[in-house]
């Protein structure tokens, strides 16, 4: 069954620095998602993804944030300037082009830790 | 009023166990609706999507009412394996709403 993936599973960051965290979305999915869950809290939506542009992002999803669709496979998050409080789980999804299906499929997730 | 709202829980049931999640949502504009099922340190899981006309998948049973804004899950003869935390999600436009979760501990 097709899944969708993220690496690295754990990334260790010092404040300040840049990280990038990738996302290989299901293949014929057209919908991207970021989200993030901070430890013990729910999680929240970061921004969607179509056609090679955002369709929408939160205000969660500062100038500290981007995301790029670099080829035909991969779906990047980058965060520049890394606080402390970006330290969370961060979960990519996918789903195909509505209107039949709305339904978003999770990777495992990033797991950001910002020292 | 929070845009989508669970039951602060936890639920603590016995096996077998008939066990009702419940979930409001404040954007009457909503389009999709769905339940998803969340391990510890896990990625949401698809449970089931929620339609107004209800829909059943086995042990599981989602309900909606727009009127009322209310959506719901029923688990019947609960099993340990359905520990975990159950995720009311609420999709517009290009958006995804979840809610904080209820957690449920089924025991033996």
């Known amino acids: 069954e097709p899944e969708v993936t993220q690496t690295p599973s754990h990334q260790v960051t010092q404040m300040g620095q840049e990280v990038i965290l990738r996302c290989v979305p299901i293949s014929n999915h057209l919908y991207f998602y970021w989200y993030r869950q901070i430890l013990g809290q729910k999680v929240e939506f970061l921004v969607s993804?179509?056609?090679?542009?955002?369709?929408?992002k939160s205000e969660i999803f500062d100038d500290q944030f981007s995301v790029e669709r670099p080829d035909g496979s991969n779906f990047t998050l980058k965060i520049r300037s890394t606080k402390l409080e970006d330290s969370a789980m961060y979960f990519c999804?996918?789903?195909?082009?509505?209107?039949?299906?709305?339904?978003?499929?999770f990777g495992p997730g990033t797991r950001l830790t910002v020292t | 009023r929070k845009e989508v709202e669970q039951d602060p829980g936890p639920f603590n049931v016995p096996e077998g166990a008939t066990v009702a999640f419940n979930c409001t949502y404040s954007?009457?504009?909503?389009?999709?609706f769905f339940w998803y099922r969340q391990d510890c340190r896990k990625e949401p899981k698809l449970l089931m999507s929620v339609y107004s006309s209800g829909n059943e998948d086995g042990r599981f049973t989602a309900q909606l009412n727009r009127a009322s804004q209310y959506i719901s899950l029923l688990i019947r003869d609960s099993k340990l394996s359905d520990s975990a935390t159950y995720l009311c999600?609420?999709?517009?436009?290009?958006?995804?709403?979840f809610g904080a979760g209820t957690r449920l501990f089924v025991k033996a």
């Open positions: 999600v609420v999709t517009g436009g290009f958006k995804t709403i």
């Open positions: 999804a996918s789903r195909v082009q509505g209107p039949l299906s709305y339904e978003q499929y």
């Open positions: 954007n009457s504009a909503s389009q999709s």
């Open positions: 993804f179509y056609n090679n542009e955002i369709s929408e």
